[in-house]
């Protein structure tokens, strides 16, 4: 693919059209892991280009799936809620105001283990040979006969922020307190005290968690913490504890930053080489964060400007993201994270850099103010 040498002087509309055309020619289901995030990435577009498009293209897809929403799917946790929420409030539209509540009700009742909704009952639909031909060991190869129930940390963007958007919704329901304490237990389950990064999963059979440091992954906890913490009373039971994790997090991203702002695939290891998501990412979280008054712009601005012309760096002439992992699915061995396939277009590349964009005109507006 070509590339274009783009600095964020040089990115125009034309180049975020570009962007935006190629993330909504992607083959959306109802639904999939990085819809959240690429459906963010529509709405962000439609902002940035002052065309509608985008919108009517989202609330179109939105009123398909709430026609016909049940029976409900294995990975409906995956919908872009916030984003529906946010739709359903502007455009005063019952239909699927009534759905997203619906969907809601139907994720609030899964099971639960120590406080967090279980992502999979059969881990096996995650839980994948490792790639790069790599060897489990015998233990390993028993465990993924049947590896049972997990959890899993790309949750923590979709679940919590939708509660904490049906709060606005339907106030006085519980989902704002549903939105901090799930969102908090997920650290006993996932964290590693050795990096202070979140793990990618933890199975219910073992009860341990796996994988240490997966960029993209800190990506998604990051931004549903800042998410949640923006969307709620700064009364609401865990907001604070929500808003100092969020800090500590941010942080710890930071000493794990490249110089040329990137971050590894899993950030603490070089050898799993470089991914360009996680800077998107991290680029939306930072500024988003900044504006927000979450992460003090002292600290932060400076990363986020790094990771922000880093992911610029690797647009191609079609408005591409390159260097964006495929599905990483989750393996019992970090090797399987070091050999995931690069170079693919997709929700989780696409959307992120238009929601740093968005975040960082906002940020920047802010500080002009």
């Not at 055309?21 to 892991?33: I, M, Q, T, V």
């Not at 549903?178 to 009860?207: K, V």
């Not at 992954?217 to 800042?226: D, F, M, S, T």
């Amino acid at each position: 693919m070509e590339r274009r040498q783009l600095s964020e002087e040089s990115l125009d509309v034309d180049h975020v059209r570009d962007v935006a055309r190629r993330l909504g020619g992607h083959d959306f289901k109802c639904w999939f892991y990085g819809d959240s995030i690429g459906f963010e990435g529509l709405l962000a577009a439609a902002e940035l280009t002052s065309e509608r498009q985008w919108v009517e293209f989202a609330h179109g897809f939105f009123r398909a799936w709430a026609a016909r929403r049940r029976p409900f799917q294995l990975d409906d946790n995956t919908a872009p809620g916030m984003v529906m929420c946010k739709l359903a409030v502007q455009r005063d539209d019952q239909l699927l105001a009534d759905a997203v509540l619906d969907l809601g009700r139907h994720l609030a009742e899964r099971r639960r283990a120590a406080g967090v909704s279980i992502t999979f009952e059969d881990t096996l639909r995650s839980l994948v040979p490792p790639y790069g031909g790599l060897n489990l060991s015998a233990e390993d190869e028993e465990l993924m006969r049947d590896p049972g129930p997990g959890i899993y940390l790309d949750c923590m963007h979709f679940d919590p922020p939708f509660f904490a958007a049906l709060d606005q919704m339907a106030p006085g329901e519980g989902w704002a307190e549903l939105a901090t304490s799930e969102l908090l237990a997920y650290r006993p389950l996932l964290i590693d005290e050795g990096t202070g990064l979140y793990n990618h999963f933890w199975l219910e059979r073992t009860a341990q968690s796996y994988t240490r440091g997966w960029g993209r992954g800190q990506g998604w906890a990051l931004l549903g913490l800042i998410d949640v913490a923006v969307q709620l009373d700064p009364d609401t039971a865990g907001i604070n504890d929500v808003r100092d994790e969020t800090l500590r997090l941010a942080r710890i991203m930071l000493g794990y930053q490249l110089e040329d702002g990137n971050w590894h695939a899993l950030v603490h290891e070089p050898r799993s080489g470089p991914e360009s998501s996680t800077a998107a990412f991290m680029a939306t979280a930072f500024y988003r964060g900044m504006a927000a008054g979450l992460l003090p712009a002292t600290e932060f601005q400076e990363p986020a400007n790094r990771a922000f012309n880093a992911f610029v760096r690797n647009l191609d002439s079609q408005g591409n993201l390159t260097g964006v992992s495929a599905a990483v699915y989750s393996a019992l061995v970090e090797e399987h994270y070091w050999h995931v396939p690069l170079d693919r277009i997709v929700p989780w590349g696409q959307g992120p850099v238009l929601t740093a964009l968005s975040a960082r005109n906002a940020f920047m507006l802010g500080r002009a103010q």
